[in-house]
T-cell receptor
Framework: AQSVTQLGSHVSVSEGALVLLRCNYS??????LFWYVQYPNQGLQLLLK??????LVKGINGFEAEFKKSETSFHLTKPSAHMSDAAEYFC??????????????FGQGTTLQVKP | NAGVTQTPKFRVLKTGQSMTLLCAQD?????MYWYRQDPGMGLRLIHY???????AKGEVPDGYNVSRLKKQNFLLGLESAAPSQTSVYFC???????????FGEGSRLTVL
């Protein structure tokens, strides 16, 4: 069975500092990998995804993530935090292949706080 | 652009009451999903549908039923609400393949 673990339920950074949100997955074969962001009182929006090809994936709002198969990780980074990045971030996985029904398994979420 | 619309957005129920949450999407998506979001637990899949007239169980289906009579609508029903079903419910939809999952804005349900 697949699972996703996000290390750290809360991360606090100063404006302009590096953002690093950690995600590790467990799966018998490398899954499809996603990061979603949720702003207060809203639904989730896709930040980026990894399906195949280049392991460094760039997303919206300056975020990027790197798929590392050997570490079963898909950490999310942004070089310089902005106040508007304050939100909850979810890592998610989806099974690869013909049995893919598009359903996502989500991590527990990480709340990012950005201090002025 | 409506996207995914959930109704109602807020509801308070008493234990044992029933209700239905409606999800409507105008993007002609085949796949639809109902998730619940609880603090510290992320989103957990309740039920999903890969096409009109089909439904399947997710991780936490107990106490819920669903129907997909029309492609654009996916209904989530609670037959006898329990306090443990207090949560924020999200509907989502997508096309087949590895595409983006589009979410509604959520429905906050409180069961007293």
């Amino acid at each position: 069975a697949q699972s996703v673990t996000q290390l750290g339920s809360h991360v606090s950074v100063s404006e302009g500092a590096l953002v690093l949100l950690r995600c590790n997955y467990s799966s018998s074969v490398p899954p499809y990998l996603f990061w979603y962001v949720q702003y207060p009182n809203q639904g989730l929006q896709l930040l980026l995804k990894y399906t195949t090809g280049a392991t460094l994936v760039k997303g919206i709002n300056g975020f990027e993530a790197e798929f590392k198969k050997s570490e079963t990780s898909f950490h999310l980074t942004k070089p310089s935090a902005h106040m508007s990045d304050a939100a909850e971030y979810f890592c998610a996985v989806s099974v690869r292949g013909s049995s893919n029904t598009g359903k996502l398994i989500f991590g527990q979420g990480t709340t990012l706080q950005v201090k002025p | 652009n409506a996207g995914v619309t959930q109704t109602p957005k807020f509801r308070v129920l008493k234990t044992g009451q029933s209700m239905t949450l409606l999800c409507a999407q105008d993007m002609n998506h085949e796949y639809m999903y109902w998730y619940r979001q609880d603090p510290g637990m992320g989103l957990r899949l309740i039920h999903y549908s890969v096409g009109e007239g089909t439904t399947a169980k997710g991780e936490v289906p107990d106490g819920y039923n669903v129907s997909r009579l029309k492609k654009q609508n996916f209904l989530l029903g609670l037959e006898s609400a329990a306090p443990s079903q207090t949560s924020v419910y999200f509907c989502a939809s997508k096309l087949p393949g590895v595409g983006e999952l589009f979410f509604g804005e959520g429905s906050r349900l409180t069961v007293l």
